[in-house]
């Protein structure tokens, strides 16, 4: 697994590294097989009244991104806590996971075909123009397989955000789901 640990308004010692992958590893240890990258971002608040300290992490697992976030008042709890909270995503990836594909192995095969034969274009970036985007913009390009609703909700939950955009299976149309407020989910879709 390969491991990129980042600091932002902090100095990274070695301790903090050892630390830190310490933690991740012993986090992701039963998921080995799944997990094939970890990139984790470490940060201080820059203003010195606020005790702020977070530890983020994002998982690349299948082809699925499972991202966890803690924030504390210490850098080696934030550390702590979202270890364990990673620790549980992945669980319940894997569980959730499992039983889809005892579902779906025939999609699972065909997907496999696709990507074996290489007739999809992965790249993300070809015939884009390269620029530098305005100032407090930024921009993720990533690449939208087509999913279920339910598929959705799935990658929310794992994702550790408000909201998830995708692509419907049926329409092709992308969509957003997110949280509401008061328990449940809500669907935002173009009217046509």
Known sequence: MKLLIHGR??????ALREYTKSKIE?????FGEMVKEADVHLSVAKNQRIPQQ???????????????QERS?????SIDLVANKLSRQLKRYKERHSEHNHSNSASFKTEKTVLENGSTDLSLIKGKEVKLPSPGIRRKYFEMTPMTI?????????IDHDFYVFKENISGELQVIYRRNHGGYGIIQSKT
């Open 54 to 68: 977070t530890a983020e992490v994002t998982v690349f697992a299948n082809g699925t991104i499972i991202r966890a």
């Open 150 to 158: 339910d598929e959705a909700r799935h990658q929310l939950d794992l």
């Open 26 to 30: 012993k986090a992701i240890h039963h």
């Open 73 to 77: 008042q210490n850098l080696y709890a």
């Open 9 to 14: 308004n902090l100095e990274l010692t070695s």
